[in-house]
């Protein structure tokens, strides 16, 4: 049976589209919730039969077909986990894949991503990668290849985190204070280009993490002409991921008040008067896991401190709080707007003498703002298995074969290495538990 208002008809049409469009799922969160429980677990083959799961691929070495919408995040997301079992190989190429996509992804934002942020849901617009996110997919994979004794690789990787860094500074109008994300990688690069004989950029790099004089401590007694050095890196915990929370619309328009316009938080405060009940929903940050304990590196069965450790998770946080208004004010003026919407709705039902008209009116306004509502999916897009610390330690030792053992959130690894006379080796431990 047809509506009795042609235009209810057309507006009950472009709502049910709306919803079938933005989807009503419950987040990447919720996607990699299995994910996160394995980790929690200590379980990291678990962790990655999952995310292969939700890839829709069969193996670890596998590459998905297309890398659409969080399919780039999830394979960021496999790709940490693969260097954190040693399949360095597949980490290598998920982190390019990834990161390639994620570019993509970035370049191509729109103006149509911005209506569909404020009229939907944040999670409508393309993702666009943190700044510490960016860089840090070229550092840790920078990583890979100094493991594999592959400075061609590694130069590759510096290069690249370099271009991304002059990037975000252009991109900027803000000149926000750039990312500590960079001066670890700069330190890695400066090691990467001085194992190259390249001494002059090995300076440049080694200025921009402003340890100019950074040198391998001597754990024996060796003669600096033959002897060897070691890098370590390990990663511990896991940075806060994004979740979604739902607050009483009076409390949610407290908190984003601040943030608002004037129009629109007149409008708010004005139905918040009225004593309406509803939800807001956005995203926020999950609790952070303690970590109290640190790693603690053994080569010969004596302690190598770390020169150098970059807390990640302050990264996360100081993001979060850079965008969290903006975040909280898209959510309240969506809310509005579905009222309104469901007004509107009422509005043209009204202006009918049947009686019919005006109840069909009333329950497509609700319909319209269940739509709405069901459409407004917090955006809980991140990388979640980024490392909530990064410590690196530099040593130097005889030549010969020599035991590193690394030891992080209840996680070892046992390494034999053979120093080659003024040679290096690099070994890493990723514990993202």
């Not at 419950?26 to 200590?42: F, Q």
């Not at 083959?45 to 829709?56: C, K, S, V, Y």
Request: net charge neutral.
């Amino acid at each position: 049976m047809p509506l009795p208002c042609p235009r209810l008809h057309r507006l009950f049409a472009a709502l049910a589209l709306a919803l079938s469009l933005t989807g009503c799922s419950g987040g990447l969160s919720e996607r990699t919730r299995e994910m996160r429980t394995a980790l929690d677990a200590g379980d990291p083959r678990r962790a990655l039969t999952h995310l292969n799961r939700e890839l829709g691929v069969k193996s670890d070495a596998q590459q998905p077909r297309r890398l659409v919408g969080e399919q780039a995040l999830l394979l960021l997301d496999r790709a940490t986990l693969q260097q954190s079992v040693v399949q360095l190989a597949n980490s290598k190429r998920d982190y390019e894949s990834a990161d390639k996509a994620i570019d993509a992804l970035d370049l191509s934002h729109g103006a149509s991503d911005d209506v569909g942020r404020w009229v939907f849901s944040d999670s409508a617009g393309r993702y666009v990668a943190p700044p510490h996110e960016k860089l840090l997919v070229n550092v840790l994979n920078l990583v890979n290849y100094l493991e594999t004794d592959d400075l061609s690789g590694a130069r590759i990787e510096a290069r690249r985190m370099s271009v991304m860094a002059r990037y975000l500074k252009e991109r900027d109008p803000r000149e926000r204070k750039p990312s500590a994300a960079l001066g670890l990688g700069s330190l890695l690069a400066g090691f990467t280009y001085e194992k190259s004989g390249n001494d002059e950029e090995a300076h440049r790099y080694y200025k921009d993490a402003n340890a100019t004089d950074w040198r391998a401590q001597s754990i024996d007694s060796t003669d600096d002409d033959t002897s060897s050095e070691l890098l370590v890196v390990v990663g511990w915990g896991r940075v806060p991921h994004r979740i979604a929370e739902h607050l009483p619309f009076g409390l949610a328009l407290t908190r984003a008040s601040p943030f608002l316009a004037a129009g629109d938080r007149d409008e708010a405060s004005r139905l918040a008067a009225q004593g309406l009940v509803t939800w807001v929903s956005f995203p926020t940050l999950a609790p952070e896991a303690p970590l109290d304990e640190m790693p603690t590196v053994l080569v010969d069965g004596r302690t190598v401190p770390f020169d150098a450790t970059l807390d990640v998770a302050a990264e996360v946080r100081a993001e979060w709080r850079r965008i969290e208004g903006d975040v909280m004010a898209a959510a309240v003026t969506r809310t509005v707007a579905r009222i309104l919407v469901g007004k509107a709705i009422e509005g043209v039902a009204s202006t009918s003498d049947k009686k019919e008209v005006k109840a069909v009116g009333f329950l497509l306004s609700l319909f319209a703002q269940a739509a709405l509502s069901a459409a407004d999916v917090p955006d809980t897009r991140s990388w979640e298995t980024l490392p909530a610390r990064v410590g690196v330690a530099r040593a130097r030792v005889a030549p010969g074969d020599h035991r590193v053992l690394m030891r992080a959130r209840g996680s070892e690894r046992v390494g034999d290495v053979r120093a080659k006379p003024a040679g290096w080796r690099a070994v890493s431990l990723f514990a993202l538990h």
